[in-house]
């Protein structure tokens, strides 16, 4: 939990602050029952009115005052709460923004979203307990026994008995609670879990009714959220009622024991019911610390999963003063002997011994069957995964030296999966470059064929997308996607299959368009159609995480098995040849 020394140092003026009220607090209850007895004991047994009168006006001046420290200490506390919360929980995001993909898939996606919501604001809450009833109720007890103590020796006997069993009590609590808690935790993120999975598959969920399915899986996370919440509750349901009745048989006993004591005339009234009063506070305090307990219990759990967040060391380092040279034109990408696995794929590496050149301004196919490893290929040149062993220059820099965002800067991608964000359609073309203009962004639509749809929406760009742009059709979004990539100007293009659900003719057309952009763009084009990739400058050809041939297609089409075999289920025995420009 060393995170939260940060917040500590920053906040601890104001939590002394806070803490300084709610003793004050403290005190002006602790006083109430012994100015309570003396008014009893002298002035009611004596019948002096003016005892009573002076008594009674200095009990409402102490209530006063304890009721301005309470006032003080709420917005002190919920101030510094809110502050501390809020700040928590931008600088876990911040943190989970910073890490790699190998740091984030260590955690799954749905518990991250608990770490960050749930999880911070039960830290919150118990900072906020802290600073209220918290610091109170052990000064409540400790300051009552005292003053129960000072007040009469003889019935105090009766604390003797009940103050260790309630300790006890407390203390089995706190030991059979922790683990319980925990596991309320971890049946919560997987209650988010299938939430998650299930709005973002909805479509998918309908279309195949397997509603049932999924409702049973939201049931099963669901029931056993349920029991491991009755589980901790139960336990909660023994523990109070056995304080509660210990310290109400504690009372029965000082009353017995003090009517006693008053008949042989050893004692007065006014006593009793003072200590009664105190024993009462005990009674509050310590169901209040059993209460913090609890929350510390919680508290603690969730503060070990954010610490957890926060230790991660990002596995991506680099060399702040490393740079890709500003030389143009830039874009050229080596692979040397590059290996590379997922992590907890059981080691199986997914590329084994690639090596290739990219010259700037080449444009290069990647071809070969699903799961070959293409879209895993091109996910190492932004750094999105450092390689296994050999290593990726752009440029001539070996990427690892490199800042990844710097690197990511000269980069643009057209994932294989697109996705869009909820804003307008400008505003998600701006991603690629955010000072593009608006004749840059008219630009780079036109040469994705998206400007004509887009134009014919009532609102142009300024057509509002719904959350990953539901709105739109799948080539629709596809189009949005390489416009996205095409106003960033990059020195590297990454298209992942990205005319997969265009036509033919609108293919073709941003191919020609393409062309001309990217004359001094390094571009990689992964394809399923052969017809996509043939007249690129070089063909790679992958299978099994393997380059098997490189190449133009020409040179393929007499070396290349593999290719040869693609090519002819696309076309049969009658093999195209490539058009002459
Ligand atoms: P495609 O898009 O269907 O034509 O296939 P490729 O060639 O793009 O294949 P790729 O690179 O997505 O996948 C290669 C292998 O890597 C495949 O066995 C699945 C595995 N893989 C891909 N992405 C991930 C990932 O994010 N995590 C893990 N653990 N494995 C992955
Ligand atoms: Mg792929």
Redo the contacts with the bound molecule.
Sequence with gaps: MGFMKKYVSKHWKLFLVAVFFVSMEALADLLQPTIMSHILDVGVAEKRLDYVLRMGGLMLIITALGAVAASLRNIVASHVSQKFGTELRADLFEKIQSLS?TNI?RFERASLITRLTNDVTQVQNFVNGLMRIFVKAPLLCIGSLIMAVRLNPHLAVVLLIVVPIVGVLVALNLKVGFTRFVGVQKALDGVNRVIREYLSGVRVVKAFNRFDHEAGKFQEANTDYQNKSIQVTRLLAIFNPSILLTVNFGIVAVLWLGAWRVNQHQMQVGHIVAFVNYMTQILFALMTISLVFNMFVRAKASANRIGEVFTQVNEMTWEDSAALPAHRPGGRIDFENVSFG????AGEP??KNINMTCLPGETIGII??????????V?LVPRFYDTSSGSICVDGVDIRQLDPAKLRDRIAIVP?KTILFSGTIEENLRWGHEQATNDEIVHAANMAEAHSFIAACPEGYETRLGQRGVNLSGGQKQRLSIARALVRKPDILIL??CTSALDTATETKIKQSLKAFAADVTCLI?A?RITSVMDADKVVV?DD?EIVGIGTHETLMKSCRVYVEICQSQFGKELPHVKAE
């Design positions: 993909f898939e997922y992590e907890g794929s997914v590329l070969g069957s699903t799961g070959s490893g293409k879209s895993s290929l996910s294989q992942d299959d992964i399923q992958m995480g």
